[in-house]
């Protein structure tokens, strides 16, 4: 009955199934506070007061017509200026509002740029470990995906077999830093380096390479780490960016894209992308959220939380003497497994309670992804389990 | 630069900016109350005072993880149990939370829905006049649109045509009652034989045909008028619906849609939606709406005003000899242009600085759709311009 495609989706699905499922088995005969679920990516701060308030200063000030009505597909105008200043403040660039488009999230952000560059078989290339939608977005669009294999010593990109593996066919370059799911934060000297490989492919082949960066953990990074900002670097770059993280608002799906007036083929392209947001169901970006987050466009959670529970969860497996890159930013640390099938690994923490998610549901196998967007206080209790699972694996 | 589908319809996008602007322009021109805009199908009756409560009452009740966070992609259990229950309570069903996932709008509803079932080239069949983003959702999944010619006596569907075009490569029906543009809403008597010649159909090709019942004007009805419950009717039909014009709310992109348990292959249907939902990129719908509607699911906007609206332009326009079909829900009337060449009519229309849609707009030429959500007192200030527009196309 369904089609070809969402066949093959419903068939995998059931992996991701069980895995909820076991976290719920395992809190109803063990209790939940003896369950440590490391495997979601579901924001553990709080939501800024200042959002509540805004919510009620805008429905008592304006008109339910303005508050909930249709607007430009591309969203408030009004809004998307407010962004754009918010950008040009922090990384003196010169947006103003049509070079940003407001979406339902990243994700979907992400759907409507690919959906308005890529022809059947044109490929894109991700970096390993990934998020492993991005598969799944690009096949939406009957792309190829074309993944690059992981630098397990920095989990920065292997810039090599990049450079080899661009050719006429490459359309776009999906980057995602802060990363999901090694933590990890692209230096400038990366981002410089992908640009001039991207600039020199672009003369060799005659065509226009997309750099799409979705950087839904932008604001969550610690010590002081910068994020380069990379239309800076590169003309042809969507920015793909969501509140979801950084204003702990995944459920309302609110996000914006930037194209910068510099991208080949500006107007085009900012076309494509609105009617994109429209043609595939969105429409436009919830009307009340661009009006909160247009007052809310500097604010960010409190990521002091996050850090402190990256320390101590990175400072506890280190000394157990599991290996780890330590996490710039996002929240997520990915392990080295101590045994080679990193599936066999996420089944043996099980026995200690501990859900976390294998590496090759990230393209990366050997690894295990541990989310640490959990109370600090379930980390505490949690360390005596991870110190048997150490016992139990690494072998000496 | 972009691709080729996206090229096509930034193409014919030029069209409706055009729209847009030469309603601006006119605006500067004469004043805004001297421009009569009939274009836009913006709801004009405000979003009832409860909306607004509710969201203050959540905010002020809820935690920000519970209002704000993730929840299953298909929505909050306990607001799709609160729909089911409010669609059993009027329509005599027997839904509970699985038959109802949340969208983003209806708009995202029926793409999920197309994305489910479509493969390549199968057929979407659709009755003239019709929404024409029907064919580009459509076509997002690379299926046939598949047009049925209009019955312009009286506007229900010419059944006879549509009985000869389905065959073994129809894999789904669209209509949408109340309807836009005509503002007919189907009888029971239509309903049952759309049913019953789909059900013969599914017999002789040995197939599944989906109805797919677009209804977000399901509670803009006039006159007692009833509007059936397709799904009491034919098994495999989705119901696509979204608050959009019900409450006010097109700008919050919420709605669901309704998939029935007694339709074929019920379970995996049901997880392909709720996955498309997913890899389209919406995700889940806003999770603050969701959480509305579960409290306001009975509510709907004063419709009454809708009602004396279309009283007064029908009864004035049928006084200046136009020729149109009353309609019995939704905010839209549909005139015969009484000059062969529609767009040409409202050309000539705006002279009086009367805005109207093209019929040629919905795929049925020779008429033009005048959208009746607006002030009372616009219609009031237009009919003398209807009246000498009639006296100039009119030809005793």
Redesign the interface.
């Known amino acids: ?7 093959e ?2 068939n995998n ?1 059931s992996v991701i199934r069980e895995m909820f499922e076991e976290g719920q088995k395992l809190s109803n005969l063990y209790g939940k506070e003896n369950v440590f679920d490391f495997s979601l990516g ?2 553990s701060v ?2 800024p007061e200042k ?2 308030e805004t ?2 200063h805008i ?1 008592n000030t304006e ?3 303005t ?5 430009n597909n591309s969203g408030f105008e009004d809004v998307r200026q407010k962004i754009a200043n918010s950008i040009n403040k922090k990384f003196n660039t010169n947006y103003n509002f049509q070079n940003i488009i407001m979406t ?2 990243a ?6 740029v690919l ?5 059947p078989n044109e490929e894109v290339i991700v970096f390993s470990p990934f998020f492993i ?1 991005y598969k ?2 690009v096949k ?2 009957d792309g190829k995906l074309t993944i690059i294999s992981p630098n397990t010593k920095t989990f920065e990109p292997n810039l090599e077999e990049f450079e080899k593996k661009i050719n006429n066919n490459t359309k776009a370059v999906i980057i995602n830093t802060p990363n999901n799911p090694t933590g990890i934060v692209y230096s400038e000297e990366t981002i410089i380096k992908i640009s001039n490989i991207l600039k020199e492919k672009e003369k060799e082949f005659n065509s ?1 390479i997309f750099l799409i960066s979705d950087e839904p953990y932008r604001e969550l990074v610690y010590d002081n780490i910068v994020v380069p900002y990379v239309t800076k670097y590169y003309d042809n770059t969507f920015v793909v960016y969501s509140y979801s993280k950084s204003l ?6 609110i996000g914006y894209v930037v194209i910068p007036s510099e991208m ?2 500006f107007e ?2 900012q ?2 992308v609105t ?2 947001n ?13 009006k909160v987050i247009g007052e809310c466009a500097d604010l960010t959670v409190d990521i002091s939380q996050y850090k402190k529970n990256r320390d101590l969860l990175y400072n506890s497996l280190i000394s157990y003497n599991f290996e780890c890159i330590k996490p710039q930013g996002a929240f997520y640390l990915f392990l080295k497994s101590p045994i080679a099938d990193d599936k066999e690994f996420c089944k043996i923490a099980k026995k200690y309670n501990i859900l976390m998610v294998p590496g090759s549901s990230f393209a990366c196998p050997g690894y295990v992804r541990i989310s640490y967007c959990v109370e600090y206080d379930m980390i505490k209790r949690s360390l005596s389990s991870f110190q048997k699972l150490a016992y139990e694996t690494l072998k000496k």
């Open positions: 009955m369904i089609s070809n495609k969402m066949q989706l419903v699905n579901n924001p709080p939501t959002i509540k919510i009620i429905l008109s339910s017509f508050i909930h009505g249709y607007m339902v999230g994700a979907s952000g992400l759907n409507i959906k308005s560059i890529l022809n939608e799944n977005y939406n669009y226009t702990s608002l995944p459920g309302e799906r080949n083929d085009n392209i076309c494509a009617i994109s429209r043609v595939l169901g969105c429409v436009n970006a919830p009307s009340l959220m661009q």
